[in-house]
T-cell receptor, first 118, second 112 residues
């Protein structure tokens, strides 16, 4: 158990629907990252939050949104789902303290949420 | 910007063979470098890391040395086992520690 908890583990839904994926970071970690892993595109960075604030955006579609709550858990919302959104969605956490002096920040990944859009 | 390039796969080896997976990077400042491993059906796990030039990360028989002069962090193992079959990702974190960049992953299959 990595300490990063993702729910649900599996989700099957239909095109056009909306789903929410949830992530609880490792205890003490302030930063949450979301990644999408599909067979043909590898690991794609979506978005990062640090202590409730958005820090960086990657290849996140406008149909997708995320937030990090005061208790540091995060949710990734996927709407108007398309077949191509079928993928594994990973959450990772890091950064007990900000900045270089804290040493190498290591990403700890959850087990992922597998989304299937039919 | 920062980036990581790693060897294309898939790689198939016989048990006890020597493994090398190449990884090179582009970065400003002094990034930290990582290898992550993803076993079938699981999330990514940290395999090893190195935080400064000439550091050697090692774990479970795997090694990688942070070479600033060649901007490389190649993964090696002297004798692979069937249980090493997985996808291996090279990654770096930026000088500030905030951003992470992953390679495309290299699939390794070890056959008995």
């Amino acid at each position: 158990d990595s300490g990063v908890t993702q729910t649900p583990k599996h989700l099957i839904t239909a095109t056009g629907q909306r789903v929410t994926l949830r992530c609880s970071p490792r205890s003490g970690d302030l930063s949450v990252y979301w990644y999408q892993q599909s067979l043909d595109q590898g690991l794609q960075f979506l978005i990062q939050y640090y202590n409730g604030e958005e820090r960086a955006k990657g290849n996140i579609l406008e149909r997708f949104s995320a937030q990090q709550f005061p208790d540091l858990h995060s949710e990734l919302n996927l709407s108007s789902l398309e077949l191509g959104d079928s993928a594994l969605y990973f959450c990772a956490s890091s950064m007990k303290r900000q900045g270089r002096l804290s040493g190498a920040n290591v990403l700890t990944f959850g087990a992922g949420s597998r989304l299937t859009v039919l | 910007g920062d980036s990581v390039t790693q060897m294309e796969g898939p790689v198939t080896l016989s048990e006890e063979a020597f493994l090398t997976i190449n990884c090179t990077y582009t970065a400003t400042g002094y990034p930290s470098l990582f290898w992550y491993v993803q076993y079938p059906g699981e999330g990514l796990q940290l395999l090893l890391k190195a935080t400064k030039a000439d550091d050697k990360g090692s774990n479970k028989g795997f090694e990688a040395t942070y070479r600033k002069e060649t901007t490389s962090f190649h993964l090696e193992k002297g004798s692979v086992q069937v249980s090493d079959s997985a996808v291996y990702f090279c990654a770096l974190s930026s000088w500030t520690g905030n951003q992470f960049y992953f390679g495309t992953g290299t699939s390794l299959t070890v056959i008995p």
